[in-house]
Each structure stands twice: as C-alpha cells, then as structure tokens.
C-alpha cells in the first residue's frame, strides 16, 4: 500500500520526515534483510542524487556512484525523497551532511545495524570530541587525520569543514585546498555505499573549490576491512578519530593471533578498533573515539585496558547521561574518550547532555586509573568525586577477606530437557537470578521461572551442584535502578533440605575460600547491598554486566573496620537503621553526602 505523504511538506521539520521514514520502514518490515538494505541505498541514493542535481547546477560533474543492489522505489517513496531533498537544500550545508548519515541509518533493518555496529552520530557529538582533541593539543587544520569507520562521513565532514574555515587554509588557492585536504583526510569504511555517503558530501562540502580549481576531489576514503588493513598499513596518522562499530564477532585464528595482546575471550569490535587504532597513531599522536563504557570495567577489555595504560591511557572521558534520543536503540552505557600521551596516568571525567545540537557539560573530576588490567574506578557522576578518591588507596577487596567469585554453572539453555516445572523425585531447585528479592532476601517462590523451577542432574554433572552457603549476586542490572547491587544469602537450610542446589549462569557465587573469613556471609551480603558500596561498584563498571571481575575489584573497608561492622551487625540485629552510616564510617566517608 503506497505511503501517504502530505502535499503540504514545506513547513515540515526533521522530526516529521523521520516519522514518514519510519512508516516508509515499517511497511518494508516482511521484506528480506537483504532486499531491505538495497531499499535502504535506493532510497538514500536518490535523495543523493537529487541533492547533487541542486548543488552542481551546472552539470559540470555526475553524482558519484558505487555498484550496489538497487530496489525500485514505488511513486511514495521517490516523492519522498524529492520532499527530503527539498528540505535539505534549505538547511546549511553542515546540517543536511548529518542528517544524511541518519537517513541511512535509519533505514537500515534493526537486525543489520545491530549485528554491525551501525550507529549514527550526532553532530554536538562529533563537534565535542573534535574539541576534546584540540583541548588535548591536536592541530586539527595541520594534522593527518583518520576516521577508521568513516561511514555517513559525521566525523570527515565536520573535520573537513573545519580546516576550509581555518585562517592559514582560507588564505590558499583553491588547487592547494583540495590538495590539502586529499593529503590530510582519510577514511576507512567496510560498507561501500556508506563510504560512497562520505565521499559525495565531501565533494558537496569542497564544491565551489572543485569548480574554481576545474577538477573534483580525489577519492579520501578507503572501502576496507579496518581491522584487517590496520594490521598492514604503514602509514601512520597525528589523529584517529571517529564513532567505531559495536558487538561481539568470531575472528578467524589468524585474527586472533594478531590481535591477541588486546583480547580476553570474546572480542568485541570497537575493542579491535582501538587496538587498531594504536597500530596506526603516530608516537605523539592523539585517539578519539564514540565507544561504550564497557572497557573501563569489563573482564573482557582487562588485556586492552593492560595494552593502554601502557602504551596510550585515557586522558579525558565524557559520560553521556542521556542514551535516549542520541544513541537510538543502543542500550549500553556511551562516552566520548580521547587517548594520547599519559605518564601521569590521571584521567579527567565530565558528564554530559547531549541533544542533536547542544551538549551541557559538567567536570566531574580528574582519577588516577590502575597500571595494568583491573578495572578502573573513575567517578560518574559529579557526587562520586570525592568517594572515588577517598576509596582509591583502599587495597583491601574480596580476596583479602577470603572470598572468591564465580558464575552459576547452569546454561539452561544447554540441557532444556533435564529442566523442570513440576516437583519429581531426584530433581534440585535452580537458583534463579529472580531468587533475589527486592529486599535482599532469598526465595524460591518463582512468578518468572515457575516452570523451570528444577533440575535433574546426572552422575557427570556433579560439579553444576552447590553444597555450602554463599552469597548470590543478579549478574544483570542496569545504571537506571536504584541499586546495581543485588545479593543475598543462599540459606544453609535450604542446601540442607536439597542436598544440594544449582545456580544459573545469571547468578554470580560469593563463596569463602579459607576457613576464617574476615566477615560472616550475612555481614557480607549487608556490605554488598549498602548504598555506599553501590555507588562505589557503579564508578567502576561500564555496562549492565555485574561481572565477577568487577565484583573482585571492588575496593572494601580495612579488615579491622569490617571486622567491627560485623559486631555492630550481631548487636544490633532488631535495629539496623545506622548501619549505613556505619559503612560510610568504616569507608572513612561521614564527610561526603550519601546520595542515591
């Protein structure tokens, strides 16, 4: 059924268009991903082409192109894109550039942006990081500049703006811009037509200069596979910059091999991008980049995060405090990071708000980030300061306090047909992350789970079966919840009444490695719940994974502070209402305000 789109388009603004864009989408929703993306170029093209036909007026040169598989748009769409051409010529030059780059990404098939890591990037983004790079040192107008996932051009736009409008380019003829250009900006795309995208707003940017000079602007970017040209090229650049691709891949063997200094189990691709990137900075040289905050904490980046505290560590981080609206459907945590020449190993944190045009920015502090692979504790928000420098000497953690973490064995998935709903003989209880309660109590009264409440474990899997008391903690939560902590005592009584439980993957296992821990499994979950030590754990985890690596990492009181919190507990069992002031004291923190 054709789409409706109303005549009157004139007074029409983005936000209108992206609506007739998304219905133009959903109406494609039944279609093959493939035939989805060739409608996706199609369409983008075309408003491409239309754009050209405006600026080059002339006809002096053809709208380039690149061979992709085409979709023949029907009567709505290509009236569509006439009124979106329309209404880009109406914009400035920088503004409809951007809006390009979010026509396609829009359009896309959700399932193809997220398993390749195709995000649009807003322009005050862009703008901000290309300022935390000139705060930083770097000559943006003289520099040899990389975007190594160049796609929709948000980054070789703005940079090559901003050279054109520097005094000591301006004051050249219009040959010697171009060359200029050619000479100092390079981009790097897997994706042909996104590429293409780059390189047609690039000649649209350059356009007068082209014509003045008689001769179109060679081609900047490059259709290559980064992570794989990264490991050849032997040119190096003064600045990388640029909003690298996200998700987990496979990496054939070679791969991993020449990547292994940055890669602990599953890689990641902006992890690889930055590796990369490394490979390709000039000694000296600057690394800026959109990325999620994974890498901070996760278990995964600990040899990447060991790879840059020695080689180039983070001299500056901008915390986004708004996903929604800047990073559609990306649901991990975001920041902007420029890496260079750190010996002093301090990192410099501000919190931003971000909206397509502006961005309010608040310092949060400057923190001192761990030599090697542990997770670094670096304050989010502008409260934390303090905190994280009152707790960053603290040495003391689980280890000291004769704990260790591990993971519930259980991959439900894995052994669908031992598991249960219904109570039979032989069968054990499967600790669901739901056995967490709200209050930090444990049950086993499932509403989510209630028919996969039990397993049947055979003779080989003796090992999925936990025997003694521990302390549980839910493996997933989000910064948006009251607390990232949640944890609890797995009653002896309840092991006793089994003889034994199983613990599912979702569920991270406190359990004592000495006979004499420092503190009681009940003081401990206590300490695991206080909001003093969430807000501790959320300074140095960067994604909704409650992974036991972080919990490891955690810095706790000093042993006889904690041993003083477990006889305030015991004495006052009916009466906990202090013991949160308790834990700050034992933190050394009675002067810092306990926020939420």
Known sequence: MPLAISADHYHKTWEDYKVDIDKIKQSRELQSEQDTIAFARSFCYAVMRKLWDYVDYNKRWKCRHVEFDSNKLDFAAHRLTREIADYFITLNTMEYACLLGNLYTMLLPDSYRSSNGVYYTPPALAERLLDL???????????????????????????????????????????????????????????????????????????????????????????????????????????????????????????????????????????????????????????????????????????????????????VIDFIALRSGVFEQVLQETCLVVFGQNQMKTVTANKINIDSSTCEIDRIGSFCINVGNKPWVIAREVSESNLVKQVADMENTLEEYGYKVSTGQLVWNRMKNQIKGVLSN????????????????????????????YIMVSENQEYLICKEPVVLVQRTTAKEQSRRLQACVLPKKFIDQWDGVVVENHV???????????????????LLNSKTVDRIFRCLSGSVAVSATELHAIPLPPVNEARELEEYINANRENMQELELFIMRAYGLEGIENES
């Open 426 to 453: 032989g069968v054990r209880p499967i600790i669901w992350a739901e056995a967490i309660t709200a209050n930090n109590n444990f049950s086993f009264n499932y509403q989510y789970r209630s028919d996969k409440k």
């Open 133 to 315: 790079l000139a705060a930083e040192g770097a000559n943006l107008a003289m520099a040899h500049i990389l975007d190594p996932a160049c796609g929709g051009g948000a980054f070789l736009i703005t940079v090559a703006n901003r050279m054109l409008g520097d005094y000591r380019i301006k004051d050249l003829d219009s040959e010697a811009k171009l060359s200029h250009l050619e000479s100092h900006l390079a981009g790097i795309e897997i994706d042909n037509f996104a590429g293409l995208i780059t390189q047609c707003l690039l000649d649209i940017i350059v356009y007068q200069e082209s014509v003045k000079a008689g001769r179109r602007l060679r081609k900047i970017v490059k259709i290559q596979d980064t992570i794989q040209y990264a490991l050849q090229e032997t040119r190096k650049f003064d600045v990388i910059v640029g909003n690298p691709p996200y998700g987990r891949l496979k990496l054939d063997e070679n791969t991993r091999q020449a990547y292994a200094r940055s890669l602990y189990g599953h890689a990641n691709l902006y992890g690889l991008f930055i590796d990369a990137s490394l490979r390709m900075i000039k000694k000296g040289g600057l690394i800026g980049l959109v990325t999620p905050t994974s890498f901070l904490g996760g278990k995964y980046f600990s040899n990447l995060r060991y790879l840059l505290s020695q080689t180039l560590p983070p001299l």
């Open 508 to 526: 991270n296992i406190v359990h004592p490695v000495t006979d004499h821990p420092v503190i009681s499994l009940e003081t401990l979950s206590l």
